[in-house]
């Protein structure tokens, strides 16, 4: 350790500034608690939620809807940015494939419809042979998905967006997966209903639903994501209780050998040093095993832990208003787009200029392979190319682009990741109760935003009774969490159950692909 040092001594270190560990500060530091939070990137809090602002022009990381079923959640929303800074705005986000929009989710009759006779035909026809003789071992999402919609139409609506997105092949991913995913939406039953809304045979209310998701709105941050954890930022350095040290990764978490925890951390202005009886880490469980210390038993399981990596191409293009959406589905297999957002869809005020629109594609790739470590130039003529081979923008249009590159944006759930989260989680629970894991990262949750805020939620309530009043984790129902039977287990249960509305919160997680349970084995 530098001799120039700074040490801060403090009730709680907090390490990332995301959604997690921003809840967990603003609510530590209203009850008194201080805190000292170290975040690695120089300039931006909100992690993932971040909003990135290039030459006035402020764009999100994906897009953030304000939407939970947890009131608390949304009642802490309201009182750290106040609701006149929330705008309502209309929900559309549809699927683009070879120069026509699909509704999403996918209405069967129109995408028919759209596809034309001769394509619709070869879709039923492929549609009809495998309800009359379907794949008998379904094992994949490639054999679930064309068992229900036929080869054609999984192909056009289902294959290559999935694999853009996951960076595994339709035939690798779990069939339990794709019956999570697409449940609900049966192609014979979209066309009978198509077929009677066309002959006017409808009754409401069924004749309406269709409209009705086109007109749901959604609650935003009129400048961004970004606005809210740089107002929870402010009211935590308020209170004069917190730091947010901005611009310092995590070096080593250390046990202070009575309970407490010694953080060190470091910038490009040296090393900080925070003294605190209890830490929060939402950074990744990999990240953190490596940085603890003593070494945890579990960092051989924590260090095989897998993320799927993430950039965005802002492009600054002529034209109020290119398309209605929010953001769209690219299904074409010609270009590497996964999805473009729209940020002027998403709120008027990120968008400086009125006679212009910036548009968000985004890139889903692993750190270090080719779309990763193109030079920013590269990409924003990728980028531009895209835009012009979907016919979307016209490349003499685009005025500027700008990169932002998100690393681990989604955990992944290969077939070992369950058994390895457990070993670090029950390991450092017995070992250490005085440290939090919380967020997406650290918990290696493929989460919400509101799942985020919730454990960071119940884990201040923790800290502030002493005991591990409440579950984050959720697991109390899992049998083999107990089955080490140590003497006293029993009492380190915690003694509360999440209520209702905070359960809603906890339950905010998205479902992941898995891989085929034996694929690595034939690999």
Not at 40 to 57: A, L, N
Not at 83 to 90: L, S, T, V, Y
Not at 304 to 324: C, H, I, N, S
Not at 331 to 340: A, C, E, L, M, Y
């Given at each position: 350790?530098?001799?120039?040092?700074?040490?801060l001594?403090?009730?709680?270190?907090i390490?990332?500034?995301?959604?997690?560990?921003?809840t967990?500060?603003?609510?530590?530091t209203?009850?008194?608690?201080?805190?000292?939070?170290?975040?690695k990137?120089?300039?931006?809090?909100?992690?993932?939620?971040?909003t990135?602002e290039?030459?006035?022009?402020?764009?999100?990381?994906?897009?953030?809807?304000?939407?939970?079923?947890?009131?608390?959640?949304?009642?802490?929303?309201?009182?750290?940015?106040?609701?006149?800074?929330?705008?309502q705005?209309?929900?559309?986000?549809?699927?683009?494939y070879?120069?026509?929009?699909?509704?999403y989710?996918?209405?069967?009759?129109?995408?028919?419809?759209?596809?034309?006779?001769?394509?619709?035909?070869?879709?039923?026809a492929?549609?009809?042979?495998?309800?009359?003789?379907?794949?008998?071992?379904?094992?994949?999402f490639?054999?679930?998905?064309?068992?229900?919609?036929?080869?054609k139409l999984?192909s056009?609506?289902?294959?290559?967006?999935?694999?853009?997105?996951?960076?595994?092949?339709?035939?690798?991913?779990s069939?339990d997966?794709?019956?999570?995913?697409?449940?609900g939406?049966?192609l014979?039953?979209?066309?009978?209903?198509g077929?009677k809304?066309s002959?006017g045979?409808?009754?409401?209310?069924?004749?309406?639903?269709?409209?009705k998701?086109?007109?749901?709105?959604?609650?935003?941050?009129?400048?961004?994501?970004?606005?809210?954890?740089?107002?929870?930022?402010?009211?935590?350095?308020?209170?004069?209780?917190?730091?947010?040290?901005?611009g310092?990764g995590?070096?080593?978490?250390?046990?202070?050998?009575?309970?407490?925890w010694?953080?060190?951390?470091?910038?490009?202005?040296?090393?900080v040093?925070v003294e605190?009886?209890h830490?929060?880490?939402?950074?990744?469980?990999?990240?953190?095993?490596?940085?603890?210390?003593?070494?945890?038993q579990?960092?051989?399981?924590?260090?095989?832990?897998k993320?799927?990596?993430?950039?965005?191409?802002?492009?600054?293009v002529?034209?109020?208003?290119?398309?209605?959406?929010?953001?769209?589905?690219?299904h074409?297999?010609?270009?590497?787009?996964?999805?473009?957002q729209n940020?002027?869809?998403?709120?008027?005020?990120m968008i400086?200029?009125?006679d212009m629109?910036?548009?968000?594609?985004?890139?889903?790739?692993?750190?270090?392979d080719g779309?990763?470590?193109?030079?920013?130039?590269?990409?924003?003529?990728?980028?531009?190319?895209?835009?012009?081979?979907l016919?979307?923008?016209?490349?003499?249009?685009?005025?500027?682009?700008?990169?932002?590159?998100?690393?681990?944006?989604?955990?992944?759930y290969?077939?070992?990741?369950?058994a390895?989260v457990?070993?670090?989680?029950?390991?450092?629970?017995?070992?250490?109760p005085?440290?939090?894991?919380?967020?997406?990262?650290?918990?290696?949750?493929y989460?919400?935003?509101d799942?985020?805020?919730?454990?960071?939620?119940?884990?201040?309530?923790?800290?502030?009774?002493?005991?591990r009043?409440?579950d984050t984790?959720c697991?109390?129902?899992?049998?083999?969490?107990h089955?080490?039977?140590?003497?006293?287990?029993e009492?380190?249960?915690p003694?509360?159950?999440?209520?209702?509305?905070?359960a809603?919160?906890?339950?905010?997680v998205?479902?992941?692909?898995?891989?085929v349970?034996?694929?690595k084995?034939?690999?």
């Amino acid at each position: 350790m530098g001799e120039n040092a700074t040490t801060l001594k403090v009730d709680v270190a907090i390490i990332g500034a995301g959604p997690a560990g921003l809840t967990a500060g603003y609510l530590l530091t209203k009850q008194g608690k201080s805190v000292a939070i170290i975040e690695k990137d120089e300039t931006y809090v909100g992690g993932i939620s971040r909003t990135v602002e290039h030459e006035g022009y402020r764009f999100d990381i994906g897009g953030h809807r304000f939407f939970s079923k947890s009131q608390q959640v949304v009642d802490l929303w309201n009182e750290i940015l106040g609701e006149d800074d929330f705008i309502q705005r209309p929900r559309m986000s549809r699927i683009y494939y070879e120069g026509k929009f699909y509704s999403y989710p996918l209405r069967a009759f129109e995408a028919l419809w759209n596809l034309g006779i001769l394509r619709s035909t070869v879709c039923m026809a492929s549609y009809l042979q495998y309800k009359l003789f379907p794949k008998k071992d379904v094992k994949s999402f490639e054999d679930w998905t064309t068992n229900q919609f036929g080869h054609k139409l999984y192909s056009i609506f289902f294959k290559t967006y999935t694999e853009k997105v996951w960076g595994m092949p339709c035939n690798e991913m779990s069939a339990d997966w794709a019956a999570q995913r697409i449940k609900g939406l049966s192609l014979w039953g979209a066309v009978v209903d198509g077929l009677k809304r066309s002959l006017g045979l409808n009754k409401k209310p069924n004749d309406g639903q269709a409209v009705k998701t086109l007109l749901e709105t959604f609650r935003y941050p009129r400048l961004g994501p970004g606005m809210m954890w740089e107002a929870a930022r402010d009211k935590i350095l308020a209170t004069g209780k917190g730091h947010v040290i901005m611009g310092h990764g995590l070096k080593q978490l250390s046990s202070d050998g009575k309970g407490g925890w010694r953080m060190s951390a470091e910038g490009k202005d040296g090393e900080v040093v925070v003294e605190a009886a209890h830490a929060i880490s939402s950074a990744p469980m990999r990240e953190l095993s490596k940085r603890l210390h003593p070494l945890p038993q579990s960092t051989l399981q924590a260090n095989d832990l897998k993320y799927r990596d993430f950039l965005t191409v802002a492009l600054m293009v002529e034209g109020e208003d290119l398309f209605p959406d929010n953001w769209i589905y690219i299904h074409d297999s010609k270009v590497k787009v996964g999805r473009v957002q729209n940020f002027r869809s998403w709120s008027p005020e990120m968008i400086p200029d009125e006679d212009m629109a910036c548009v968000g594609l985004e890139y889903f790739c692993f750190e270090g392979d080719g779309l990763w470590s193109m030079e920013d130039d590269d990409l924003v003529k990728l980028a531009t190319d895209e835009m012009e081979i979907l016919g979307l923008v016209d490349r003499k249009k685009v005025k500027s682009g700008a990169v932002v590159r998100q690393e681990k944006a989604y955990p992944v759930y290969d077939e070992d990741y369950a058994a390895n989260v457990d070993a670090m989680r029950i390991e450092l629970e017995e070992k250490h109760p005085t440290l939090h894991l919380v967020g997406r990262n650290g918990m290696h949750r493929y989460n919400n935003q509101d799942h985020a805020m919730m454990t960071a939620m119940l884990t201040v309530e923790n800290i502030i009774a002493g005991e591990r009043l409440y579950d984050t984790w959720c697991v109390n129902e899992d049998a083999e969490y107990h089955e080490a039977g140590d003497e006293g287990a029993e009492r380190s249960l915690p003694s509360r159950q999440p209520s209702e509305d905070q359960a809603a919160a906890l339950n905010s997680v998205r479902e992941v692909p898995t891989r085929v349970a034996g694929d690595k084995e034939a690999a």
